[in-house]
């Protein structure tokens, strides 16, 4: 599948599909960044995979020593240098998640949130390893999806997002389960605690997975 973000959902038109988040939607993306903010510091560096315009990194980074944002699309770090900032504690790359450029054990934390561990349509394991490759030992990787139960807002949202001709119109005899299918391409899929589990005894790591304000599902792994 190509990269959607990049080509179809960047920028501006990825900022507008959060303007038009219904409530249930609001309280789970702010519960995510909340959630965040709880394991940073100001000793810290930060890491995003896949920032997009700079939603949640303009919160994290004013808490950490200094924040990397990295993403695909080039128009969407533009308009995070404009969102965000671009002082001494933003920085911005344009790059792939699973094949960064970074030196080995550079942050102390790497996050990927909002389901970006779907949402880029790469090879969960390796995403992981890489995200592993450039966290300092002692340091966190956190990745998140949706709980089940977040389901109905989940979709919900969807739809406002089609209904604003954001995504493609909803293929509802495909979509169920956690998967939700467009009929221009787009696939929203996600992953649940035991896929996490699975994915953390690949790198031989115990992860932490806890349910964040009964929408997001994260899994913490902290480097040996």
Not at 18 to 44: C, H, M, N
Not at 64 to 79: E, K, N, P, V
Not at 159 to 174: C, K, R, S, V
Not at 192 to 205: K, N
Request: proline letters at 4%.
């Amino acid at each position: 599948m190509p990269d959607y973000y990049a080509d179809k959902l960047s920028a501006e038109r990825l900022k507008r599909c959060y303007e038009v988040a219904p409530p249930a939607a609001r309280a789970y993306l702010e519960g995510e960044i909340e959630f965040v903010l709880t394991k940073i510091d100001p000793s810290q560096s930060v890491l995003e995979l896949g920032c997009g315009y700079g939603r949640v990194l303009a919160r994290l980074a004013p808490r950490a020593r200094y924040a990397w944002g990295i993403d695909t699309s080039l128009t969407s770090l533009r308009m995070a240098r404009a969102y965000a900032g671009h002082g001494p504690g933003y920085r911005w790359a344009l790059m792939r998640a699973e094949r960064m450029a970074f030196r080995p054990r550079v942050f102390d934390t790497v996050l990927c949130v909002q389901n970006g561990i779907s949402a880029f349509h790469v090879d969960q394991a390796t995403l992981l390893r890489e995200a592993l490759r450039v966290t300092r030992s002692g340091g966190r990787v956190l990745f998140s999806s949706y709980t089940e139960s977040f389901w109905p807002d989940r979709l919900e949202w969807f739809e406002a997002q089609a209904a604003h001709g954001l995504i493609g119109e909803i293929d509802y005899q495909a979509t169920r389960d956690g998967v939700i299918v467009c009929r221009d391409g787009f696939r929203a899929t996600t992953v649940g605690a035991a896929d996490f589990a699975g994915l953390a005894a690949e790198v031989g790591i115990v992860p932490r997975i806890v349910e964040v304000a009964g929408s997001s599902l994260f899994c913490e792994l902290v480097i040996p």
